[in-house]
């Protein structure tokens, strides 16, 4: 049976597609809003933050990553992890009772002159929707940032940073000179690896890591007890170690190469996002970040009545612009446009954190 051959499983005024916090906040004003939609996830709510390191806190702090005007409580007063923000949108969709259809990937997305058809490939097999209008909120973490060198895919050589205790009393090269990086190294440092960090540039950037972050780290290069190997990027890795190749000011390898011996691989280098479903549908992506054609005043790409939500706007982000606490104003802006007014659940919530006064809101 083909796709085109599917039963119609039903047909909704709106379909979400991605139930991160930017998708259940979409899903909340819809839902407010008296709004016939259906909702999908590929995986679990909030599934981006499920791996995660363990207790890793957020740059953000709680009423900027708070969704649909529902404070974050914790007794700390301080950053969240995204073990704590995944235990708060689970209390999201109870206390809003959010239909999310978890675990079925929306494989096809297409338009035509009455909406859209999407496929989707649960476990008990393909299903047929149709949708007036769509919104993406996919977000923009689906795939690492391949090195597509020698070794990349060997059994000690990972990409996801699980947790510092794997690396206990072993020898651990990260490669990257983020956030991420530095983090990784710092911590699991303190959980007794022996921590070398790789970069291609000759310092880190201070605009890159998080400001507390960055004189710890500089502190520890200082002291030795972890060693930073600055302009070097690695080209191959075998069994034993890595093969390094010093960089140019371009930070591009040069032919000066030499070998670093260690027991694990950290690539610390960063994720993109899946854009086939915005392929299928016709949006324009431009540029080398491939990012979407849409209006920011609505969210509305040059698909008309398909919508974006959230860190999917950015395209693929090398450096990043949307987090999700900028992304909030993504929710009303959409409901604005499918309702004609903005939802009360964002009135206060937008006001105060993005700049949007009580006279623009009750304007619209």
Request: contains cysteine; hydrophobic residues 40%.
């Given at each position: 049976?083909?796709?085109?051959?599917?039963?119609?499983?039903?047909?909704?005024?709106?379909?979400?597609?991605?139930?991160?916090?930017?998708g259940?906040?979409?899903?909340?004003?819809?839902?407010?809003?008296?709004?016939?939609?259906?909702?999908?996830?590929?995986?679990?709510?909030?599934?981006?933050?499920?791996?995660?390191?363990?207790?890793?806190?957020?740059?953000?702090?709680?009423?900027?990553?708070?969704?649909a005007?529902?404070p974050?409580?914790?007794n700390?007063?301080?950053?969240?992890?995204?073990?704590?923000?995944?235990?708060?949108l689970?209390?999201?969709?109870?206390?809003?009772?959010?239909?999310?259809?978890?675990?079925?990937?929306?494989?096809?997305?297409?338009?035509?002159?009455?909406?859209?058809?999407?496929?989707?490939?649960?476990?008990?097999?393909?299903?047929?929707?149709?949708?007036?209008?769509?919104?993406?909120?996919?977000?923009?973490?689906?795939?690492?940032?391949?090195?597509?060198?020698?070794?990349?895919?060997?059994?000690?050589?990972?990409?996801y940073?699980?947790?510092?205790?794997?690396?206990?009393?072993?020898?651990?090269?990260?490669?990257?000179?983020k956030?991420?990086a530095?983090?990784?190294?710092?911590?699991?440092?303190?959980?007794g690896?022996?921590?070398?960090l790789?970069?291609?540039?000759?310092?880190?950037?201070?605009?890159?890591?998080?400001?507390?972050?960055?004189?710890?780290?500089a502190?520890?290069?200082e002291?030795?007890?972890?060693?930073?190997?600055?302009?070097?990027?690695?080209?191959?890795?075998?069994?034993?170690?890595?093969?390094?190749?010093?960089t140019?000011?371009e930070?591009?390898?040069?032919?000066?190469?030499?070998?670093?011996?260690?027991?694990?691989?950290?690539l610390?280098?960063?994720?993109?996002?899946?854009?086939?479903?915005?392929?299928?549908?016709g949006?324009?992506?431009?540029?080398?970040n491939?990012?979407?054609?849409?209006?920011?005043?609505?969210?509305?790409?040059?698909v008309?009545?398909?919508?974006?939500?959230?860190?999917?706007?950015?395209?693929?982000?090398?450096r990043?612009?949307?987090?999700?606490?900028?992304?909030h104003?993504?929710?009303?802006?959409i409901?604005?446009?499918?309702?004609?007014?903005?939802?009360?659940?964002?009135?206060?919530?937008?006001?105060?954190?993005?700049q949007?006064?009580?006279?623009?809101?009750?304007?619209?």
């Amino acid at each position: 049976m083909t796709t085109t051959s599917l039963p119609i499983t039903s047909a909704h005024d709106v379909a979400i597609i991605g139930a991160g916090p930017i998708g259940l906040e979409v899903a909340v004003c819809l839902k407010q809003a008296g709004i016939d939609y259906i909702h999908f996830d590929a995986h679990q709510v909030g599934y981006t933050m499920t791996w995660w390191p363990r207790n890793t806190n957020f740059f953000s702090t709680t009423e900027r990553l708070a969704i649909a005007g529902v404070p974050i409580p914790n007794n700390h007063q301080q950053r969240i992890t995204g073990e704590e923000y995944l235990a708060y949108l689970r209390s999201v969709v109870e206390l809003f009772d959010l239909h999310v259809q978890t675990y079925e990937p929306v494989i096809e997305l297409m338009r035509d002159q009455e909406g859209f058809t999407l496929i989707t490939q649960p476990l008990s097999g393909l299903r047929r929707y149709r949708a007036r209008r769509v919104v993406l909120a996919i977000g923009d973490m689906h795939f690492p940032h391949r090195l597509n060198i020698p070794g990349e895919d060997l059994p000690h050589v990972s990409h996801y940073f699980r947790d510092p205790h794997d690396y206990f009393r072993r020898r651990l090269l990260i490669i990257g000179g983020k956030n991420s990086a530095v983090e990784a190294a710092l911590r699991c440092w303190r959980a007794g690896a022996q921590v070398t960090l790789s970069y291609r540039r000759a310092q880190l950037d201070a605009q890159r890591v998080k400001h507390w972050l960055l004189p710890d780290f500089a502190a520890q290069v200082e002291a030795g007890t972890i060693r930073f190997l600055p302009q070097t990027t690695p080209v191959a890795i075998d069994a034993g170690g890595v093969w390094l190749a010093h960089t140019n000011k371009e930070g591009l390898p040069t032919a000066e190469q030499f070998y670093h011996p260690t027991d694990f691989v950290l690539l610390a280098t960063g994720f993109r996002g899946d854009q086939r479903l915005l392929e299928q549908a016709g949006v324009i992506l431009q540029g080398p970040n491939r990012v979407p054609v849409y209006d920011p005043n609505t969210m509305e790409t040059n698909v008309p009545g398909l919508y974006l939500a959230g860190t999917v706007a950015a395209g693929i982000q090398q450096r990043y612009t949307l987090f999700i606490e900028n992304c909030h104003e993504h929710a009303g802006k959409i409901a604005q446009a499918l309702t004609g007014r903005w939802p009360a659940r964002l009135g206060d919530v937008a006001a105060r954190n993005y700049q949007l006064s009580f006279e623009q809101i009750a304007a619209n």
